[in-house]
């Protein structure tokens, strides 16, 4: 694909496939064609494609086809000086596709296309090396669903390997309302329609990838064949959902999303949901919630052992009469999600919200520092939010580093929990709080119906004090807080100094069961023997 010196009277075929070295100029002809497994549509580097019509198009580029396990479809660059294809040596502007308000209309029941960049039950294909964009023109012809990509299946029973990496997705102009249809707008979104046969990703990888400047969503994953959760001959409690008729969980597989940065979204960050044991790991998320409508960094829902680890999420915004504006979430019916060695600062929010009929959640290793700063709304906390109406089952919360902001305005309590039934109790244990806070309120329910374990505790600062089992007292010593940007610094300023009361006053055992090997800065946990309170571990030998 040469846009400068193409021609789509060309074959499009480069020398190596005894062509004549005539590259097609527009997308018209790749559209056209249903590729076959091994082909690759190479753009030139430093070119630009776009749209001519305007927006009145669903798609811009919607390559037909599909690749096999050994042999996938490949949408990349090229560099001319070298004929390199698939990232230069020496690194250029990636090609830029722009879809210039290509979307479906809205008021749809769901997308039907859209996007720069569209693919429908089509499996293997590496996608990789391009900027995709879709602005819209002033004014714009119409309000639409758009996606920068967009990676649609509907009743095709399993859809195998979608690779996204090394790609900028940005300046892509979709809905910013708090509904469903909204939220599956914006960078990248992959959406699971139909109701005749159930239908999932398998192998999904989104990696190295900048997505900013985008609305609704960074990143977004959806499903209509939601249910309740089924794992190991368990169905977890969870009612229908309303608008999701499928009743039947089908679950995404070996989704993968790691080293993104994601920033200046209106919306939500990552989310992912209808998933198995997902990994969202070591990705950037900052600047999002940035237009309202309930949003939060990155989140999980409907899925089983989703794990959020190794991730920075900052500067997620609060707005008068909205909600949310955590770090992280774990949503409606979402089954033993892992929330560890992530570092969360200044989220208006708080670090973490727990909502309904999420169950086993465990909550360690991390490093909250002056989250909830948000004067506006009086129920936010600047850890832990589980809205009282709703259970906290099995939740496990342990070894974290709690920073508040100072001088906050309003008493923004610790964390504010469930007095309802549970089947397995919550716990809060091995967690340190520097609080600085005198108008700060410790919420945990230690003696009230359906109490919560909590032990082993140094929760610093509060005029009025938790009662709870076995507090280590006095300041927690670290080193140098608060920190700056960045997973390191914050693993320097929450290091504990030299007769710091927390070392050697964690606990092990019932109730952890598993303390996951490693502490935030993967330093391996001893294996026997106290370990330290917090986030850091010192090292073993030190008790």
């Not at 995404?252 to 993104?260: K, P, Q």
């Not at 089992?469 to 914050?490: E, H, K, L, Q, V």
């Amino acid at each position: 694909m040469d846009f400068d010196e193409g021609s789509d009277s060309c074959d499009g075929l480069a020398p190596t496939q005894q062509g004549n070295d005539c590259p097609w100029r527009t997308v018209a002809p790749v559209n056209s064609m249903t590729f076959q497994p091994g082909d690759t549509i190479a753009f030139e580097d430093t070119e630009s494609w776009k749209d001519p019509t305007g927006g009145s198009d669903i798609d811009y580029l919607h390559p037909l086809g599909s690749g096999t396990s050994t042999a996938p479809i490949t949408l990349t660059d090229y560099c001319p000086t070298t004929g390199q294809v698939g990232g230069c040596t020496t690194p250029q502007p990636y090609p830029i596709l722009n879809g210039n308000g290509a979307g479906s209309p809205e008021g749809q029941p769901a997308p039907v296309g859209g996007g720069t960049l569209y693919l429908d039950n089509q499996q293997y294909w590496n996608i990789s090396h391009l900027e995709i964009q879709n602005t819209c023109p002033s004014p714009c012809p119409q309000l639409a669903y758009r996606q920068g990509i967009l990676i649609q299946a509907q009743d095709f029973g399993v859809v195998n390997h979608i690779s996204l990496q090394n790609l900028t997705v940005d300046q892509v102009l979709g809905e910013k309302y708090f509904s469903q249809e909204a939220k599956k707008t914006g960078g990248i979104i992959f959406d699971i329609e139909g109701s005749l046969t159930p239908t999932y990703f398998n192998a999904v990888t989104i990696s190295n990838v900048i997505v900013h400047d985008v609305q609704r969503s960074g990143i977004y994953f959806f499903s209509l064949w939601k249910g309740p959760v089924t794992e190991n001959n368990t169905t977890y409690d969870c009612p229908p959902a309303q608008g999701y008729t499928s009743g039947q969980w089908t679950p995404s597989t070996n989704v993968v999303v790691s080293n993104n940065t994601v920033y200046n979204v209106q919306g939500d960050g990552i989310v992912v949901t209808d998933g198995l044991q997902q990994q969202i790991t070591n990705n950037v998320v900052h600047d999002t919630h940035l237009d309202g409508g309930s949003s939060a960094g990155i989140w999980s829902e409907d899925s089983y052992e989703a794990t959020i680890a190794d991730n920075e999420v900052y500067d997620v915004k609060f707005h008068t009469g909205d909600y949310d504006a955590e770090a992280f979430d774990t949503d409606r019916c979402d089954i033993g999600a892992i929330f560890e060695y992530n570092y969360s600062h200044e989220n208006d929010g708080g670090f973490l919200l727990t909502i309904e009929y999420s169950a086993d959640t465990i909550v360690r290793y991390n490093i909250s520092q002056n989250d909830g700063n948000s004067i506006d709304q009086t129920n936010l906390r600047y850890f832990l939010m589980n809205p009282l109406s709703l259970k906290a089952d099995g939740l496990q919360v342990y070894d974290n580093d709690i920073y508040p902001k100072p001088n906050t305005s309003l008493p923004i309590g610790l964390i504010a929990n469930s007095t309802l039934p549970y089947t397995t109790q919550p716990f809060f244990e091995n967690n340190l709080v520097f609080n600085q806070n005198p108008l700060a309120v410790c919420y945990i329910n230690t003696q009230g119906a359906n109490p919560w374990y909590v032990s082993n505790n140094d929760l610093y600062g509060y005029t009025s004090p938790c009662t709870y089992s076995n507090p280590i007292n006095g300041n927690p010593d670290f080193t140098s807080p608060p920190a700056g940007i960045g997973r390191m610094s914050a693993s320097t300023a929450y290091t504990l100094s030299p007769g710091s009361p927390a070392f050697c006053q964690g606990t092990r055992g019932t109730p952890i069961q598993f303390n996951g090997g490693f502490d935030f800065a993967g330093t391996p946990l001893p294996t026997s023997g106290p370990l330290d309170a917090g986030a850091l571990e010192k090292g073993a030998g030190i008790c």
